[in-house]
């Protein structure tokens, strides 16, 4: 393990991410994408900027939309589902490890750096596994980026 500068970790984000796309979404303890060419995104906790206007929504549908076990993570999988299949325009990433995706459709995805009581954030990786086992590039903790 190397902790890299954000720069040295945006540049291979961008190598790995841009212009890429994920088909597979899978959501248990933490996100797993599936980008094509292999490339994976593992994420303890996700979010998009319209994440409250979403959960209003939900919370004022005649439905019961939010009773599920994990009712934080219904408004982020609709809006990771709505950018399935679009093209990644750009990445940031901010001095504390937030890693932010940007789509074709000007839509954002972020991953979050403070996720809490977990020893890892997000990662980029070849098997959709845990950046334990597997990792490009990964945030362990806020401010700790490591790359290979």
């Not at 933490?30 to 996700?46: E, G, K, M, T």
């Amino acid at each position: 393990m190397a902790v890299v500068t954000t720069d040295v970790a945006k540049a291979i984000l961008e190598e790995h991410l841009v212009g890429r796309w994920y088909a597979m979404v899978e959501i248990g303890d933490w996100w797993r994408l599936a980008f094509n060419d292999s490339i994976w995104l593992v994420a303890q906790r996700l979010t998009v900027p319209e994440e409250a206007d979403l959960r209003s929504h939900l919370e004022t549908s005649p439905h019961m939309l939010l009773d599920g076990i994990d009712p934080e993570d219904i408004p982020i999988a609709v809006a990771v589902l709505r950018n399935r299949h679009r093209r990644v325009r750009s990445v940031d990433l901010s001095p504390d490890g937030t890693l932010v995706i940007h789509f074709e459709n000007e839509a954002t995805l972020l991953c979050l750096s403070s996720a809490p009581a977990t020893d890892w954030q997000w990662a980029i990786n070849l098997t959709g596994v845990d950046p334990y086992n597997d990792y490009t590039v990964a945030c362990f903790r806020p401010e700790e980026i490591h790359a290979l």
